[in-house]
């Protein structure tokens, strides 16, 4: 799991910011396949599989590479409707990275689309580096299609697409002296509202501030490295529906996101031993202005004689204030039990987890006919508190190795599974309505039942 | 659901679905008609806002206590909103006799006048006894299960003198118009001053109430003097000796067809000098005049919507506190063009209630309406039903002339009604019928496993438990007798047990021991022309599909049989070895096959030629088809 966040994170790097920190051996041929199966049950599934194929040629004193990847993301949430975000993209890239003796330059063009690149200067050596890097992209990001309960005539079906224009600066730094590294990288993100020409679209404001730290220290045969990552999102995400040129807002959702994230890693020929601790925190706020609800459903109905006459007799708006925030400390050990020389390495790990988390929601459901106003008022206060452990095993094969001609083709596969001990979840809901008050709770209810995720690589380096 | 059951629905139900419910020869019109009420008529003066202190203190105080009203009525609290209601139009009536032109007090007044109809007496008696009827506020419930309440109380025993339950459903309709025409005066006159507008605090929020809320609000009292009129005109009295007991002995499924009484009655409503669905002669002006009605609706809904539109013009600055915003942009809840859409629209239908419209159903298809004809329909729509004739019921399940006799008794053979009749017959005749359900099985299971065969089982529903009886069909010639396979009781009680598979808690009952409950088992013979023994061996005259009642047939015009009720249900039949196939009839076959005296409904659909209808079924079919 630990594997594939990281390569998530790669992932994510590549499809919206193309930060030409890709670790990609010279003159080699990649190509794999991995899947997060992470819930699937009648109410809500979760599942994302990636395939890509890679292939780099180094030039004299240049990489060029290409690479095609294949994205498959599913989010199915049911409730008395469907709401699905999937994501499917195909996305092509192709990208340059030039050393020479005081200067690196690095682009890529990707079919998201996406360009982006980078410039460094640095010494001979390459012991301090001092770089900025730009880049611009219209990716779509996902796909929503929002279904109502069975039989429901009134509301429609409503499909959308994230795309939004994403501007990315970033500025990076690298510092060796004897044996210590030390690295930063600050970027920021923006994205330019787009109106494409749809029936129902979403559309983005979101401005991103990524600041990371690197500190490393080299020993004889191991490595010791602290990562501190800071993230910070200030979004704005809206649901449009457009008649006849027209746009009509029915969905608001000011979302502030905010992680903070150490990483502390030992490492050598058959040991990795590391901590993460990651603190997170998710806002919604509502600031109960007239068009700024999180959900005004007359807006969103098809242009009709009964949507032009519901704002007079029946409106149903539904403001949301979310908080969610939480810990999860993650220390694990991964061992790998033949020496990276051998043509099997098999990969045996285990990462223990321990989370708490709590989640606040106020759901405010106002419905007005003619002259009077009814206001329900929910709220869900969930409190979740989990330890448990990742199993993690990986088996590399080296199917042939010339060291001397610096040649090799080998096939990796890791896997791991959640395998929770305890989730304590603590539910309590309220029901404001007029004069009456119901409160639900309960304890002990499932939050995660268990999660998967797999990979399987073939590397060939020429 | 058992056979019988289905079919007494299905008859039921198509009688209804034709429209056939009327009253035979022995139910009275008159006594059950409504007296059309007088229309009130009075002159209030112009309105105008008032600045009087007092009387703005009072009608803020009865501002507020309207919102409660309203709040009750859509929180379907009715003992609140009557009590309320009374006070709220007080409160209005005092500012309104201290200052007669005063806007608000006049708009109040009229909002509040339409709304205490819940205190009309005849109104309140009506709740009252279907209240009563089931013990629970009927005002509270879901549409279909208030409509079970009022079929109850119509089969109930009425008290000596009480008119029957569409009588009272009629005059409290009936009586209910003055007050809609008394309220629609007083919004009319609101509605001609351009520039009133009202302050309404909304749960601390300030709501301003224009033109294009009162506007469209008149309207809605026009839609609901149309549906008053149209509900106390039409003659739905479909009572048999002034009792609507027939319907209870219509689901009586152990008389024979030929039997009940409550048949023959549903099918004399079918008839066309049946007085159901005639409109009440004194009512005939009234019902003629509710194309005007909607008209007027129409016209008051487009007022309010024009009225956005020139709001629209100066800006979303002036609407900042109206309950909706029209503009263009995002910062707007609805466009101009829409308003105008919806106004155009609305004067396509408007047309339509006069003369002649087109409506396009596609790119391929229209459909010309004059919906004003629909309204001079008043001497039933018995004669608008397709050419058919109704069949005996002593017919009704006799096999048809190609039906073939097979010697296995099966589901299909038409025995299968007697044979559930009979076993009904054979049960105890005290347990209690509405928790009683007969039906039959080709399987169940025992300790040994999985037993297939043709079974009858029944379901009761005791004070103690749950008790379920199967019982074999065992035929010797034409002779039946019933014999006890299985037996499982359980009783109530149980408790909550965790379910792993399910990831919930199931409620499960305790199996219990009870008392088998006992049938007579006496053996029966089954009619000859149902079970025939020739050349020793018995057969059973057996349907293509699954044995359907033939409740009538479907004629041309000059009476020769185009089809039977009872092949249009089964439709086409394809065998093999094994299975059989059934296909419903295209449309272009039941274009010869059911045929309308006057396909144009009485002018509704003035250019509606055969073809043009079932070319239109054939759209819509093939429409819903395509959205499942």
């Known amino acids: ?462 | 659901m058992n056979i019988l059951k289905k079919i007494t629905l299905a008859s039921c139900g198509l009688a209804f679905c034709l429209n056939g419910c009327g009253s035979d020869s022995s139910s009275s019109s008159s006594e059950s008609e409504a007296s059309v009420p007088e229309t009130p008529e009075f002159k209030i003066e112009a309105c105008k806002e008032t600045t009087d202190i007092k009387a703005s203190q009072q009608l803020e105080l009865a501002k507020q206590d309207i919102q409660e009203l309203y709040k009750a009525l859509y929180n379907r609290n009715l003992d609140k909103a009557q009590s309320v209601s009374a006070a709220v139009k007080n409160e209005f009536k005092n500012v309104l006799t201290a200052f007669p032109d005063n806007c608000e007090a006049q708009l109040g007044y009229g909002l509040a006048t339409a709304t205490d109809i819940i205190n009309n007496e005849l109104f309140k008696k009506l709740i009252d006894d279907l209240d009563s009827e089931s013990g629970y506020s009927i005002f509270e419930m879901d549409p279909e299960d208030a409509a079970n309440v009022m079929l109850k109380a119509s089969v109930s025993a009425k008290q000596e003198n009480q008119k029957v339950i569409t009588a009272q459903i009629q005059e409290a309709f009936a009586s209910a118009i003055p007050s809609i025409d008394s309220a629609i005066i007083y919004l009319r006159n609101v509605v001609s001053n351009e520039d009133f507008t009202v302050l309404l605090d909304v749960d601390g929020k300030t709501f301003e109430l224009d033109k294009g809320e009162f506007a469209p609000a008149t309207g809605a009292l026009f839609i609901a003097k149309s549906i008053a009129t149209a509900v106390a005109s039409l003659n739905i009295d479909a009572s048999l000796n002034k009792s609507y007991a027939w319907i209870d002995t219509l689901q009586n499924s152990e008389l024979e067809f030929k039997d009940n009484p409550a048949l023959k009655h549903v099918i004399s409503l079918l008839e066309s000098d049946s007085p159901f669905s005639t409109v009440y002669s004194d009512w005939k002006s009234s019902y003629k005049n509710i194309p005007n009605l909607l008209d007027s609706a129409i016209s008051y809904v487009q007022l309010g919507l024009q009225y956005g539109i020139k709001e629209a013009a100066s800006g979303i600055a002036t609407q900042k506190h109206d309950p909706y915003v029209v503009g263009s942009g995002e910062e707007a809840d609805v466009s101009v063009q829409n308003f105008q859409t919806a106004i155009d629209s609305l004067e396509s239908l408007k047309n339509a209630l006069h003369g002649n419209i087109k409506f396009d159903i596609d790119e391929k298809h229209s459909v010309v309406v004059n919906l004003g004809n629909f309204f001079n329909i008043t001497d039933g729509f018995q004669d608008y039903l397709p050419y058919h004739k109704m069949v005996d019921p002593e017919d009704w399940l006799k096999p048809s002339s190609d039906d073939k006799w097979i010697e296995e008794f099966s589901f299909s053979a038409y025995a299968a009604f007697q044979i559930e009749k009979e076993f009904k017959r054979q049960l105890p005749t005290n347990l209690n019928k509405e928790n009683l359900d007969v039906y039959f099985t080709d399987y169940f299971y025992n300790d040994d496993g999985y037993v297939d065969g043709y079974f009858i089982e029944f379901s009761y529903y005791g004070d103690a438990g749950y008790k379920n009886q199967t019982y074999g069909i065992e035929t010797n010639g034409c002779s039946v007798k019933f014999k006890l396979v299985d037996v499982y009781s359980y009783t109530y009680g149980g408790s909550w047990v965790y379910d792993d598979e399910l990831d919930d808690y199931v409620y499960a009952d305790e199996e219990s021991k009870q008392d088998t409950i006992q049938i007579t088992g006496k053996e029966f013979s089954i009619d000859s022309d149902l079970c025939r023994v020739q050349d020793g061996k018995t057969v059973f005259a057996t349907a293509k599909c699954s044995p359907i009642a033939n409740i009538f047939n479907l004629t041309d015009k000059s009476g020769k049989v185009t089809v039977s009720y009872r092949d249009l249900a089964t439709g086409h039949v394809y065998e093999d070895d094994d299975y059989h196939y059934h296909e419903s009839y295209t449309t272009k076959e039941l274009r010869d096959l059911i045929v309308f005296p006057d396909i144009t409904f009485g002018g509704v659909f003035p250019e509606m030629t055969s073809e043009k209808f079932w070319d239109l079924v054939d759209v819509f079919s093939n429409h819903e088809y395509k959205e499942w």
């Open chain 1, 1 to 462: 799991m630990v594997i594939f966040l990281r390569k998530m994170l790669l992932r994510c790097l590549v499809i919206l910011t193309c930060i030409a920190s890709l670790e990609i051996p010279a003159s080699s041929f990649t190509t794999g396949c991995s899947g997060l199966f992470l819930l699937d049950n009648t109410s809500q599934k979760i599942a994302y599989r990636n395939c890509y194929i890679t292939d780099s040629v180094e030039v004299a004193n240049s990489i060029i590479w290409a690479s095609y990847q294949k994205d498959n993301g599913k989010i199915i949430w049911k409730d008395d409707w469907r709401l699905s975000l999937t994501r499917s993209e195909k996305i092509a890239s192709i990208g340059v990275a030039s050393d020479f003796k005081y200067i690196s330059l690095e682009t890529i063009v990707s079919g998201t689309p996406w360009i982006s690149t980078a410039t460094s200067l640095h010494d001979s050596k390459k012991n301090y580096e001092l770089g900025i890097g730009i880049g611009y992209g219209e990716p779509t990001i996902l796909h929503a299609k929002w279904t109502p309960e069975e039989g429901n005539d009134i509301l429609p079906e409503i499909k959308g697409d994230l795309q939004s224009h994403i501007l990315q600066k970033n500025i990076f730094g690298k510092a060796t002296f004897y044996d210590n590294e030390i690295g930063i990288n600050a970027s920021i993100f923006a994205s330019d509202p787009f109106n494409p020409e749809k029936k129902y679209y979403l559309r983005d404001s979101t401005n991103t501030l990524v600041l990371e730290g690197t500190l490393a220290h080299h020993f004889a045969d191991s490595k010791l490295l602290a990562k501190y990552l800071y993230v910070d999102i200030d979004s704005k995400i809206y649901a449009i529906s457009k008649h006849d040129g027209d746009q009509k807002r029915f969905l608001y959702l000011p979302i502030e996101t905010t992680l903070h994230s150490v990483l502390v890693q030992w490492q050598n020929e058959f040991i990795d031993l590391h901590a993460i601790y990651a603190n997170f925190s998710f806002k919604i706020d509502d600031d109960g202005e007239r068009f700024h609800e999180t959900l005004a459903p007359n807006r969103a109905l098809e242009q009709s004689l009964l949507q032009t006459l519901s704002f007079s007799f029946l409106q149903k708006t539904f403001r949301v204030e979310a908080e969610i925030s939480g810990n999860i400390i993650v220390p694990g050990i991964y061992y790998t039990i033949t020496s990276k020389s051998s043509r099997i390495q098999p990969r045996i790990g285990f990462d223990a987890f321990y989370m708490d988390g709590n989640l606040d929601i106020q759901r405010k459901s106002e419905t007005t006919k003619f002259i009077t106003k009814d206001t329900e008022i929910e709220n869900f206060l969930w409190e979740l508190k989990s330890f448990g452990s990742i199993a993690g095993l990986g088996l590399k094969i080296v199917l042939w190795n010339s060291p001397t001609l610096k040649k090799a083709l080998s096939i990796e596969w890791n896997a791991s599974q959640i395998i929770p001990f305890s989730v304590d979840l603590e539910k309590r809901n309220f029901k404001n309505q007029g004069e009456s008050t119901e409160t639900q709770s309960s304890t002990n209810a499932k939050a995660i039942r268990n999660g998967f995720y797999t990979d399987l690589g073939l590397t060939l380096q020429f």
